[in-house]
T-cell receptor, first 113, second 112 residues
Framework: GESVGLHLPTLSVQEGDNSIINCAYS??????FIWYKQESGKGPQFIID?????DKRQGQRVTVLLNKTVKHLSLQIAATQPGDSAVYFC????????????FGRGTSLIVHP | SQTIHQWPATLVQPVGSPLSLECTVE??????LYWYRQAAGRGLQLLFY??????ISSEVPQNLSASRPQDRQFILSSKKLLLSDSGFYLC???????????FGPGTRLTVT
């Protein structure tokens, strides 16, 4: 069936390094993709989104890349800080109809000082 | 931006007892509302979503139900809790004019 999945369940990096979190999706009808950050015991927080008519979008210290050819999405965090430690989820939404995103399993990012 | 309120923050209930979790939304009108459940170390499972007052769609058949008595109020209920109902319950909202989904702080439910 259609699904959104993540390649790495855990990613450990040193403070100051750049982090890359990957996500694969299989639904070619998806046209909107979102990254969320979830800190322990809290609800997910929107980080950045991208529509299928784009292949790159930048925010503050974060960049999302979309490769529709291989159905791959990534989140790049520049100069990773201890406060970036959290679980990161990608989500996809199909074009048309109600907004009902499908969430991936999540990747735990651990930043070592 | 929107603010999502959920209560209680934590709840311990015995098997067979009823449940009522409430979610209210500030900062938008006529939003789409969602209930998710998250097991420990896992992703988000969509339980219910609502596009308007009294309009509820169920994604997963189970002993839970949802209601939307007011535009910005979403309630998750159960008549008799099961052990498998334990988890982290999240309410979310999406405004009509965009796709940005805001989440509440969540309710940690433990069924004993």
């Amino acid at each position: 069936g259609e699904s959104v999945g993540l390649h790495l369940p855990t990613l450990s990096v040193q403070e100051g390094d750049n982090s890359i979190i990957n996500c694969a999706y299989s639904n070619s009808a998806s046209d909107y993709f979102i990254w969320y950050k979830q800190e322990s015991g809290k609800g997910p927080q929107f980080i950045i989104d991208i529509r299928s008519n784009m292949d790159k979008r930048q925010g503050q210290r974060v960049t999302v890349l979309l490769n529709k050819t291989v159905k791959h999405l990534s989140l790049q965090i520049a100069a990773t800080q201890p406060g970036d430690s959290a679980v990161y989820f990608c989500a996809e939404n199909m074009r048309g109809g109600s907004y009902i995103p499908t969430f991936g399993r999540g990747t735990s990012l651990i930043v070592h000082p | 931006s929107q603010t999502i309120h959920q209560w209680p923050a934590t709840l311990v209930q015995p098997v067979g007892s009823p449940l009522s979790l409430e979610c209210t939304v500030e900062g938008t009108s006529n939003p789409n509302l969602y209930w998710y459940r998250q097991a420990a170390g896992r992703g988000l499972q969509l339980l219910f979503y609502s596009v308007g007052i009294g309009q509820i769609s169920s994604e997963v058949p189970q002993n839970l139900s949802a209601s939307r008595p007011q535009d910005r109020q979403f309630i998750l209920s159960s008549k008799k809790l099961l052990l498998s109902d334990s988890g982290f319950y999240l309410c979310a909202s999406v405004a009509r004019n965009n796709y940005e989904q805001y989440f509440g702080p969540g309710t940690r439910l433990t069924v004993t």
